[in-house]
C-alpha cells in the first residue's frame, strides 16, 4: 500500500512539472510576456508550487526550450553545400534573430534574469556559438589554421553581433523595426565575415 502511494506522490509530481513545462511552452509561442505568475496561472498552480520545481525562470524556460531548436547541421541545411563563409554567416544570424523574435518574450524574460544574476548565465541556451561554428566551417581549415588568433577573434565577434542582444538594442535603442534590425544584424556579421575571409586570401 504504502508503495502505491509512493508511486502516485511521484507520477502526480511528474504530471505538475509536465504541466508547468508545457504551460510555460504555450506562453513562449506567444511571443509574450513570460513571467513565473503568468506560468503558473497556465498551468493551474500556485506561484510557490511552480518555485518549487524550479528555483528560477531561467531554469525553467531553459528546460522549456530544450530541443525546441534543430542542431546547428539541421539549421544550416539549406546552405549546407556552401563553401561562402559570408552566405553561410548570414543564413545563421537571420535564422537565429527569426527564432528570437518569435520567442522574444522568453528571450528578454532570460536575459533580464541573467543579467541581474550572472550566475544563471549557464541555463541560457547557447545557440548562437553552434550556428557560428557551424557556417564558419569553411573558413576552419584556412584562417583557422593559418591565424588561430584571428579565428578566434571573428568568433567572438560574431557572438556579439549574432545575438538577441544585438537584436534587441537595434530595435529597442534604435528605433529599429523587426525587419530592419535583423537585416542590419545580418549586414555586420556579413561585413565582419568579409573582412576575415579577405584576410585570409592575402596572406
Excluded at 531553459?62 to 539549406?78: F, T
Amino acid at each position: 500500500m504504502t508503495t502505491g502511494i509512493g508511486a502516485g506522490r511521484s507520477n502526480q509530481k511528474q504530471r505538475t512539472r509536465t504541466a508547468i513545462v508545457e504551460a510555460a511552452r504555450a506562453l513562449i509561442a506567444t511571443g509574450a510576456e513570460v513571467t513565473m505568475p503568468a506560468i503558473a496561472r497556465a498551468a493551474l498552480v500556485s506561484e510557490a508550487t511552480a518555485y518549487r520545481y524550479f528555483p528560477d525562470l531561467p531554469s525553467l524556460v531553459g528546460e522549456s526550450l530544450a530541443g525546441v531548436w534543430p542542431a546547428p547541421a539541421d539549421a544550416l541545411r539549406p546552405v549546407a553545400r556552401s563553401t561562402d563563409p559570408v552566405e553561410r554567416v548570414a543564413f545563421a544570424c537571420e535564422f537565429l534573430l527569426r527564432g528570437v523574435l518569435a520567442r522574444q518574450g522568453a528571450v528578454r524574460a532570460m536575459i533580464a534574469a541573467t543579467v541581474t544574476r550572472p550566475e544563471t548565465a549557464t541555463v541560457r541556451p547557447g545557440i548562437r556559438f553552434g550556428l557560428i561554428d557551424q557556417a564558419l566551417i569553411p573558413l576552419r581549415d584556412t584562417l583557422g589554421a593559418t591565424d588561430p588568433e584571428a579565428f578566434a577573434q571573428l568568433e567572438r565577434d560574431l557572438a556579439v553581433t549574432v545575438s538577441a542582444e544585438a537584436l534587441f538594442c537595434l530595435m529597442d535603442l534604435c528605433g529599429l523595426a523587426p525587419d530592419e534590425a535583423v537585416a542590419s544584424a545580418v549586414r555586420t556579421a556579413s561585413t565582419l565575415t568579409e573582412a576575415a575571409v579577405r584576410r585570409t586570401a592575402h596572406r
